[in-house]
């Protein structure tokens, strides 16, 4: 059966080659429409299965207001526009659209990131499926772990993060024949998550106990489950204690999900944001699935002694979980597991975003181990460490002759891969001449050497990682869009550690064993205190500095037992809801101070990292020992960062 597609666009020329385009390759094209009021005709009568939307339509209303729409009733849609500037970007990328192509484009863009739209809207209902069904067997896992409340309210709000995202949660329970119980979750702006009781809520707030009691906080009847924009606004109008949250945290939007037991409870969880269009009827109908499932256990959680009296308690570690090498079982690591798993087999091409650090490389091997390309090459390029005037002949390769110094003819990255995966790490930092190269390659499957005249077919499957924003880089022109849809497939993005300390303590006794076995030194653990040290840091590095400050420890310890990691001089600073730590020292030394209260970019981060580095390596880069060496990276990536960077440094021995 064809696919039924509608054009949304306004020129109608552009709208009748579209429609052409489509018939010739197979699909049903339904319809056009100029305007959204004609669209949500047309989508009434004609149901189709998939909608291109231009930006600009006659009438007050925008594309992106269609968009909105679409993504709340289900329906995929991709963008079809010249307008690519940084707002619009963004507000397209919130309705959740499965492409955009940017006009003009040629008849064979419009049906390759057709295909792609299509591959992921099948992975995203496969996933959706699988993680649902996984989601609620892990809530129920942790609300039965024997850890105390506070500890178990933090996995919960990271597992949920991802598909439920919020800012603040308050959860009450009302009952006509007890009093009502009440506590909130909130995040930080490090990203991690606090438990208040009703007590810490009201002292943060500078509220009274009898104000609040007056307020019955969200105990209203509420007719509405959505609130966003005019909803939101009228909601803090009826609701005191919504008005105070939001003026305290700068809330804008909020779901509210009711459930009734059989015992005549009631629990309430509304879910706030300080996005104001961030939530649709997906998350609404996800809370409702999640209160209805959870319900059962919401007491042993949140409810089975008083907040305020919770201790953090030390369990027993268990067994480190593995999955293919890497260490960890948090919430938010599983979700990246599961995506592997979905993926993996597939040939299609896989985006790794996440900072630098948390084993970007390693999950594009493991994706290449568990494809059915396992036996052929998997080839990895830095495209940092790339030299300008040699990422051409580097990655496609050149002739004899080809250019001055060309004696011999060089077989490229590309063609090294044939039949395997090619691993293009860092591919933001690609500069735009060899992006357009790159993408002639994905669309063609084809490369010409350089100084040749003859194509050659590839079969290579594609996997790429950066720690880069590329929409804030296509958004700026320092990243092809059309390119950024062809690699963004399918993206799976990595926690940093500090979203996922639950994972330290594994990963911490996995570096002691390592880093002891390999020196020959007799340390065996780690003391309580110097474990409390390392999970109340938040590892700018990520894993590689936690490795690397392991290897220092255990070099530097005497004994069987690492008592001190070093960081415990490194004072820390939060504000009072958990904000992001930032750390003091030798401004010279570290590089890393930072102004109270601003939080510090991803470069400044970085920069302070290197020179911490380099000052631990008294200013030596490459060779044994040198900073390239413990940052794990090869030195001229180290040494092109330096620069980048604006870093000077003089240290001596």
């Known amino acids: 059966m064809k696919e039924k597609i509608l054009i949304v666009e306004d020129e109608f020329i ?251 409870d009631i629990y309430r969880a509304v879910f706030f944001s300080t996005e104001g269009e961030l939530y649709n009827s997906i998350h609404v109908d996800l809370a409702n699935q999640i209160m209805t499932s959870f319900g059962p256990m919401i007491d042993e959680v949140f409810f089975s002694k008083p907040v305020a009296e919770i201790k953090e308690t030390k369990t027993d570690p268990s067994p480190p979980s593995h999955f293919h090498g890497i260490i960890g079982s948090s919430p938010l690591l599983n979700s990246v597991f599961d995506k592997v798993k979905i993926v993996a087999a597939d040939d299609t091409s896989v985006l790794i975003l996440g900072e630098s650090g948390t084993g970007k490389e390693r999950i594009a091997q493991i994706l290449h181990e568990l494809s059915s390309r396992k036996s052929k090459k998997m080839v990895t390029v830095n495209c940092a460490a790339l030299p300008l005037t040699l990422i051409e002949s580097t990655l496609f390769g050149h002739e004899k002759g080809a250019f001055t110094g060309a004696g011999d003819r060089r077989i490229g990255k590309f063609e090294q891969a044939d039949g395997g995966t090619i691993f293009l790490d860092e591919i933001g930092e690609l500069p735009l001449e060899a992006q357009v190269k790159l993408l002639r390659v994905l669309q063609e499957k084809e490369i010409e050497r350089l100084g040749g005249n003859q194509t050659r077919k590839i079969n290579v499957r594609i996997i790429t990682a950066t720690n880069r924003n590329l929409e804030k880089e296509v958004a700026e022109g320092r990243f092809r869009l059309d390119l950024y849809y062809r690699l963004n497939v399918f993206p799976i993005e990595l926690p940093p550690l500090r979203q996922r300390k639950e994972d330290i303590e594994a990963l911490a006794c996995h570096f002691v064993k390592k880093y002891s076995s390999k020196s020959e030194r007799p340390v065996k653990s780690i003391s309580a205190i110097a474990l409390q040290q390392l999970t109340s840091y938040d590892w700018p590095g990520n894993i590689r500095e936690l490795e690397h400050l392991i290897e220092r420890a255990v070099l530097l310890s005497s004994g069987t037992e690492i008592t001190d990691t070093g960081l415990a001089s490194e004072k820390q600073t939060e504000n009072p809801v958990g904000g992001k730590p930032h750390r003091t020292g030798n401004p010279d030394a570290i590089g890393n101070q930072h102004p109270a209260g601003k939080t510090k970019t991803l470069e400044e981060v970085e920069k302070g990292y290197i020179l911490e580095i380099l000052h631990l390596c008294k200013g030596k880069i490459s060779g044994p020992g040198g900073a390239a060496e413990l940052l794990n990276i090869p030195s001229t990536t180290l040494n092109s960062k330096i620069k980048k960077l604006g870093i000077s440094y003089e240290f001596t021995d």
């Not at 995929?76 to 010249?82: D, K, L, M, N, T």
């Not at 307020?215 to 609701?239: I, S, T, V």
């Open 14 to 264: 552009v709208a009748n080659d579209l429609s052409l385009m489509l018939k010739k390759a197979g699909y049903d094209s339904c319809g056009i429409a100029p305007s959204v009021a004609r669209a949500l005709e047309l989508i009434a009568e004609q149901r189709p299965d998939w909608v291109l939307i231009d930006i600009l339509l006659q009438g007050e209303r925008t594309g992106i207001d269609l968009g909105i729409q679409l993504s709340d009733r289900n329906i995929p849609f991709i963008y079809i526009s010249a307008n690519t500037n940084q707002t619009i970007l963004q507000a397209a990328k919130a309705t959740l659209p499965y492409g955009f192509l940017v006009k003009p484009f040629r008849e064979k863009d419009l049906l390759v990131m057709l295909d792609i739209a299509q591959y992921r809207h099948g992975q995203n209902i496969k996933y959706n499926l699988r993680h649902q069904t996984g989601l609620l067997q892990q809530l129920a896992t942790i609300s039965t772990k024997n850890e105390a409340s506070a500890e178990k309210v933090k996995q919960i709000a990271q597992l949920l993060q991802p598909v439920l995202p919020f800012d603040q949660l308050f959860l009450t329970r009302m009952n006509p024949r007890s009093p009502s119980r009440d506590c909130s979750v909130i995040k930080s702006t490090s990203g991690n998550y606090q438990l208040e009781s009703t007590e810490s809520m009201l002292i943060l707030l500078s509220v009274s106990n009898r104000d609040y009691k007056l307020w019955n906080p969200l105990g209203l009847k509420l007719d509405k489950q959505l609130y966003c924009a005019y909803e939101f606004r009228k909601l803090r109008m009826e609701d005191r204690w919504t008005q105070v949250v939001s003026d305290k945290f700068g809330l804008e939007s909020a779901i509210v999900s009711t459930i009734t037991t059989p015992n005549g």
